[in-house]
């Protein structure tokens, strides 16, 4: 089974930045996409980015032009560069990973991570 752990969410106030980031357990070159998708309270999941193995990136409408996007295949990693940064971003953030092939094969998420945008 492949295991993502989540990381560098908290507290941050209004126009500020994180980074959060993503560990797999296995090697990220088997995922072909990596994702990051958010729950907002009393809202539905949405996607917030994406990132192909290749590093192809897409977003979603809220987060272009603040969120960037990355990986790391030689670090097995993913990151979301979170700047100017509103109360509306406060959700729990999830790592999710899809393989189409190999041993890998399957769809995965983290146990999600808290950002919470506030004065």
């Known amino acids: 089974q492949v295991q993502l752990v989540e990381s560098g969410g908290g507290l941050v106030q209004p126009g500020g930045s994180l980074r959060l980031s993503c560990v797999s357990s296995v090697s990220s070159l088997s995922l072909n996409y990596m994702v990051w998708h958010r729950q907002r309270p009393g809202k539905e999941r949405e996607l917030v980015a994406g990132?192909?193995?290749?590093?192809?990136?897409y977003y979603g409408d809220f987060a272009k032009g603040r969120f960037t996007i990355s990986r790391d295949n030689t670090k097995n990693t993913m990151s979301l560069q979170m700047d100017s940064l509103k109360p509306e971003d406060t959700a729990v953030y999830y790592c999710n990973a899809r393989s189409t092939s190999g041993p890998a094969r399957g769809d995965y998420w983290g146990q999600g991570i808290q950002v919470t945008v506030s004065s």
């Open positions: 990132i192909t193995v290749d590093g192809t990136p």
